[in-house]
T-cell receptor, first 113, second 113 residues
Framework: GENVEQHPSTLSVQEGDSAVIKCTYS??????FPWYKQELGKRPQLIID?????GEKKDQRIAVTLNKTAKHFSLHITETQPEDSAVYFC????????????FGAGTILRVKS | ETGVTQTPRHLVMGMTNKKSLKCEQH?????MYWYKQSAKKPLELMFV???????ENNSVPSRFSPECPNSSHLFLHLHTLQPEDSALYLC????????????FGPGTRLTVT
């Protein structure tokens, strides 16, 4: 089955700097890659996703890139702000069999002001 | 924030107790999911229901028994749990099992003593 590795486990950046979180997946058939943000004590929420027919997607300060050949995808946050501090989870799924997400272990992002 | 609700929010139970977790979604969705979130581990998919039919049981021990009486409600019946079952149990829903975005509830923090 699918296995998703996520790095780093913790990341501290200065406000205004960029943050990059990387994930690798094992099943080359996976075709959907979402990123969820979970603030302390709150529920995970989808912030951006990418499908396998696209190499990059951007939404304001957040972007995701996908390298299908290398089986890795990354989350890029630019101009980080204190409210970006949270746990970020990547996930992978093969949508043809239903959206059964396999999650990475999460990255704790701390933005220092 | 009220699209997916879970009760109770916190639960402490002994290993011989029987309890149930409840999830309700007010989004008109047809797919519902149970996840387990343990400290420092990835979110683990437990069960998937699509139009009230169970479509995924991710090798979950039989001491966890799901029930989906209708598309809006999902239960997780618990009996003879182990201390290692202590975790945050998250419910999620999506339009159907082929839909991309999953909406999470706030979770039930379960402690097994």
């Amino acid at each position: 089955g699918e296995n998703v590795e996520q790095h780093p486990s913790t990341l501290s950046v200065q406000e205004g700097d960029s943050a990059v979180i990387k994930c690798t997946y094992s099943d080359s058939a996976s075709n959907y890659f979402p990123w969820y943000k979970q603030e302390l004590g709150k529920r995970p929420q989808l912030i951006i996703d990418i499908r396998s027919n696209v190499g990059e997607k951007k939404d304001q300060r957040i972007a995701v890139t996908l390298n299908k050949t290398a089986k890795h995808f990354s989350l890029h946050i630019t101009e980080t702000q204190p409210e970006d501090s949270a746990v970020y989870f990547c996930a992978a799924s093969l949508m043809e069999y239903g959206n059964k997400l396999v999650f990475g272990a999460g990255t704790i992002l701390r933005v220092k002001s | 924030e009220t699209g997916v609700t879970q009760t109770p929010r916190h639960l402490v139970m002994g290993m011989t107790n029987k309890k149930s977790l409840k999830c309700e979604q007010h989004l008109g969705h047809n797919a519902m999911y149970w996840y387990k979130q343990s400290a420092k581990k990835p979110l683990e998919l437990m069960f998937v229901y699509n139009f009230k039919e169970q479509t995924e049981n991710n090798s979950v021990p039989s001491r966890f028994s799901p029930e989906c009486p209708n598309s809006s409600h999902l239960f997780l019946h618990l009996h003879t749990l182990q201390p290692e079952d202590s975790a945050l149990y998250l419910c999620a829903s999506s339009q159907d099992s082929q839909s991309y975005e999953q909406y999470f509830g706030p979770g039930t923090r379960l402690t097994v003593t």
